[in-house]
C-alpha cells in the first residue's frame, strides 16, 4: 500500500513570509508525528498527534509553529513569520497508534529554505 | 538528560567487510530502542528495534543489534556489508510507557562501503 506522503517535497520562501508543509500518512494509522533534520543532525521531534488531538507537542520551539489534524488523518505543519534557521528537512511519520512500540514510517520530508 | 551518542562520524568500510555502529544512550530508564536507515532521497527506515527479551535482534536486510543494559549500549551489526548498504545509520530511543512518543536520535553514523 501507500506508505507516507509529504508535500511539497521543496519549499522555498522568503523571511518572514508564512509556510503550510502537508503530511498524508498510512490509511489507518491512528498516530502522525512532526520532526524537523537540520543538516548533520538526526531528527527532532516536534509534536505528536493521536488521533485529532496532539498528545505531545513538547518539541515544538516557539509559538510561530503549530501543526492541526481535524479529520484525524491529514495534518498541517504551519510556521508564521519564517526565519532562516527555519530552514532544515521537515519529516513526517506515522504509526498504527497502538502505544509506545509503535514502528514509526517515515515520508520522505519536505525540505525548507527560508532565504 | 536523555541523550544517544554515535560516536562514529563516518566510517568506509570494504563490501565483504563487517560492520558495528555503536549507539550509547542515557534515558534514566531502560527505553525502546531502535536503529534506522537512511538513503539518499529516501524516508528514513526502520532496521530493527528492541523492546524485550533476548538482548540480540534481527533485522532487515541482514543486520543485527545487541542491547547492553549495564553498558547503556545497542551496537549494529552485520557480518557481510554491501555496497547497497551506504548510506547514514540513527539510533534512536524512545519511552515505554504513557503518552509521550518522543524519539531522541542520535547525529547519525555516515558508511561509505569501497568495492
Known amino acids: 500500500g501507500a506508505g507516507v506522503s509529504q508535500t511539497p517535497s521543496n519549499k522555498v520562501t522568503e523571511k518572514g513570509k508564512y509556510v503550510e508543509l502537508r503530511c498524508d500518512p498510512i490509511?489507518?494509522?491512528?498516530?502522525l508525528y512532526w520532526y524537523r533534520q537540520s543538516l548533520g543532525q538526526g531528527p527532532e521531534f516536534l509534536i505528536y498527534?493521536?488521533?485529532?488531538?496532539?498528545?505531545?507537542d513538547s518539541g515544538l520551539p516557539n509559538d510561530r509553529f503549530f501543526a492541526v489534524r481535524p479529520e484525524g488523518s491529514v495534518s498541517t505543519l504551519k510556521i508564521q513569520r519564517t526565519e532562516r534557521g527555519d530552514s532544515a528537512v521537515y519529516l513526517c511519520?506515522?504509526?498504527?497508534?497502538?502505544?509506545?512500540?509503535?514502528?514509526?514510517?517515515f515520508g520522505p520530508g519536505t525540505r525548507l529554505t527560508v532565504l | 538528560a536523555q541523550s544517544v551518542t554515535q560516536p562514529d562520524i563516518h566510517i568506509t568500510v570494504s563490501e565483504g567487510a563487517s560492520l558495528e555502529l555503536r549507539c550509547n544512550y542515557s534515558?534514566?530508564?531502560?527505553?525502546?530502542l531502535f536503529w534506522y536507515v537512511q538513503s539518499p532521497g529516501q524516508g528514513l527506515q526502520l532496521l530493527l528495534k528492541?523492546?524485550?527479551?533476548d538482548t540480540l535482534v534481527q533485522g532487515i536486510k541482514g543486520f543485527e543489534a545487541e542491547f547492553k543494559r549495564s553498558q547503556s549500549s545497542f551496537n549494529l551489526r552485520k557480518p557481510s556489508v554491501h555496497w547497497s548498504d551506504a548510506a547514514e545509520y540513527f539510533c534512536?530511543?524512545?519511552?515505554?510507557?504513557?503518552?509521550?512518543?518522543?524519539?531522541?536520535w542520535g547525529l547519525g553514523t555516515s558508511l561509505g562501503v569501497n568495492p
Open positions: 534512536a530511543v524512545g519511552p515505554r510507557a504513557g503518552n509521550n512518543r518522543k524519539l531522541i
Open positions: 534515558y534514566g530508564a531502560t527505553p525502546y
Open positions: 528492541y523492546f524485550s527479551g
Open positions: 490509511s489507518g494509522h491512528t498516530a
Open positions: 498527534f493521536q488521533g485529532t488531538g496532539a498528545a505531545d
Open positions: 511519520a506515522s504509526s498504527p497508534g497502538q502505544g509506545a512500540s509503535d514502528t514509526q514510517y
